[in-house]
């Protein structure tokens, strides 16, 4: 109990946390702008805009993450010299920022495309029938209710996004959670189960709120049809 | 892209010649832009500031020729699929025991499933890998990487099964239920030959987009020393000092493999639709966590809606619960939340009613009449 109780002061668990939400919260907004560019390039009339989100979606959906933190590290910045800042610890966190957003950004257009899937077609041709245009018809028809089906979702992919921040170990971001439960094991061999359960409680801790907040809002919002 | 022409017609009307022309103008310049950025990376990869050309044959053949194959790429990719093949499995029987578990009668059996399965859904898979792989190496397991990919990929992605198992089990048609528990079957024996197996087809679809996942995240043993493919390939990429080669090659493979079990779980509902009652799950939506509502449910209903196959009547069965969350126990309370059934108009509950019925919100002293016990949760 007495080295339970060690490892909280030894080693500090919390700061290890916040850069996981630090993670999860930038990744979250660039791959929301991202996400949201991809899916009005996907439902675009535009040939050629349509195509290259079609390829990209596929292209990230296919492709594991670990592969892509990696090739952040070893390729665009050892060998394209991508980097952000001359502090490792810095241009470490913001590549794998940009790797979890390149990657999360796919699936929150998938989960946006899938909210617009629920409109009835129905909507669109009473729309019309009213006389809307198409501006009209999309943003106040279409969107808002498109926007309510895609918050279950959405949700998921944020929840999914937090675990997959965990893999920023393969980026080199040496104090997020995976790392130190790493390092701590590795220095007090003895406590292996305790240590454990304590990040992954925090994790379950993390991600309940989330989950419940998205349940709540996707019955909320839902549209009764 | 399936859905591309689905889509257009919600959004878009037919374009008249002026719209055709402003889209084809629109759709070259896009073009044109997107070459540009092409050549731009291209540029970049040839002339890194102060790197070496990264084009050149020099370093892309060691990334190619047979002996990176021989001596690399195909064991690391053996491994790799070793591993998937057997955490897949692992996963299927795990997935199978903990769903059924959720689902039986007995309320013990039923909320310690419960707890391991959300449990398993919510930690992420690499603690679950850095845990497994040290625990495995103080108890001198043979092979502790490999025992750790695979044990944890098996408990993630068995839970996901497990609760893919519970939805298809949700989206059953309650007629099915019913019919059994009319012939004289227990509540386990329905569950166990009549809704279990109409269930596991229906789920099969987006249980071969988890073997994604599975694939994907067998990428996630090269943090623990497991030698998989890009284990391999970055190996191969520290001896000559061609990494972003070895990794493109390492990237090509994985996204061949997991393209075609896409492609795999794309084809699958058009089969699975003819052996069971129930919706197929086309949708599926990515990896999930606790107590996750999804969105399967409106999108069904969208499309029963327009998809009326006894020629305008509306089909005769609950839309009531479809998502991971579907439980068949609670099917009188939860089916309204989760859409309108328009066969069932009648049923439809009222929320305020039963708010004023409710004895925590009844004023002291004034007597409201109640609408039976609390709203239609009993009276059907």
């Excluded at chain 2, 327009?306 to 839309?319: F, I, N």
Aim: charged fraction near 15%; include cysteine.
């Amino acid at each position: 109990m007495d080295g339970f109780v060690q490892l909280f002061s030894d080693y500090n668990i919390p700061a290890a946390f916040l850069v996981n939400i630090e993670l999860t919260l930038w990744s979250a907004l660039f791959s929301t702008v991202l996400g949201v560019i991809l899916v009005m390039m996907r439902i675009s009339p535009i040939t050629s805009l349509h195509k290259v989100a079609g390829i990209y979606v596929e292209f990230f959906k296919n492709m594991p993450l670990t592969i892509i933190m990696v090739f952040m590290v070893l390729g665009a910045y050892a060998q394209l010299k991508l980097s952000f800042s001359d502090t490792f610890a810095t241009n470490f966190f913001w590549l794998a920022v940009t790797g979890l957003s390149l990657y999360t950004a796919a699936f929150v257009c998938e989960s946006l495309r899938s909210g617009i899937n629920t409109v009835p077609l129905g909507q669109a041709e009473a729309a019309r029938a009213l006389g809307l245009n198409f501006w009209q018809a999309a943003t106040q028809i279409i969107l808002p209710q498109a926007v309510r089906g895609s918050v279950a979702p959405l949700g998921n992919t944020f929840i999914a996004l937090l675990k997959n921040s965990t893999v920023a170990a393969a980026a080199s971001v040496a104090t997020e959670t995976s790392s130190l439960m790493s390092e701590m094991i590795e220095y007090h061999a003895d406590l292996i189960v305790p240590i454990f359960l304590i990040f992954a409680f925090g994790y379950v801790i993390l991600i309940i709120p989330i989950g419940m907040l998205t349940t709540y809002l996707s019955n909320r919002l839902a549209v009764r049809r | 892209m399936a859905n591309a022409p689905g889509e257009s017609a919600v959004l878009f009307d037919q374009p008249g010649p002026k719209s055709r022309r402003i889209i084809r103008i629109v759709n070259w310049s896009a073009a044109i832009v997107f070459a540009i950025a092409l050549v731009l990376v291209l540029l970049r990869l040839y002339n890194p500031p102060d790197g070496e050309n990264q084009l050149s044959w020099e370093l892309w053949k060691p990334a190619l020729d047979g002996e990176a194959w021989s001596d690399f790429y195909l064991p690391g990719l053996w491994m790799t699929l070793r591993a998937t093949i057997l955490a897949v499995i692992g996963s299927v029987v795990f997935g199978l025991a903990f769903g059924i578990g959720r689902l039986l009668p007995n309320v013990v059996i039923r909320s310690i499933a419960g707890v391991i399965v959300e449990f398993c859904r919510a930690v992420p898979v690499l603690m679950f890998m850095i845990f497994f792989w040290r625990f495995f190496a103080f108890l001198g397991v043979e092979g502790e990487a490999y025992w750790a990919v695979v044990v944890s990929l098996v408990l993630y992605n068995g839970s996901v099964v497990a609760e893919l198992v519970r939805s298809g089990v949700g989206n059953l048609p309650n007629g099915q239920r019913e019919a059994s528990l009319a012939l004289g079957l227990t509540h386990t024996q329905s569950l166990m030959e009549i809704e279990v197996p109409q269930a596991v087809f229906a789920m099969l679809p987006a249980a071969v987009t988890q073997l994604v996942v599975v694939l994907k995240d067998t990428a996630l043993g090269s943090i623990i020393m497991y030698t998989d493919l890009l284990q391999e390939s970055r190996r191969l990429g520290s001896m000559y000092f061609n990494i972003l080669q070895t990794l493109a090659v390492a990237a090509v493979v994985y996204f061949v493999f997991c393209w075609l079990l896409s492609r795999l779980a794309e084809w699958l509902p058009k089969r699975m639709q003819q052996r069971t009652a129930a919706a197929v799950e086309h949708e599926t939506v990515a990896p999930i966590a606790i107590m996750d509502p999804s969105n399967v449910n409106q999108i069904a209903v969208a499309r029963e809606m327009k998809q009326r196959p006894y020629g305008g009547a509306p089909r005769r069965y609950h839309v009531h619960h479809r998502g991971s969350n579907a439980s068949i126990r609670e099917w009188r309370r939860t089916r309204y939340m989760q859409g309108y059934d328009e066969t069932h108009p009648e049923s439809q509950r009222d929320f305020q009613k039963e708010k004023e019925a409710w004895p925590f919100f009844k004023d002291n002293g004034k007597d409201k009449p109640r609408n039976g016990d609390s709203g239609s949760t009993h009276n059907q």
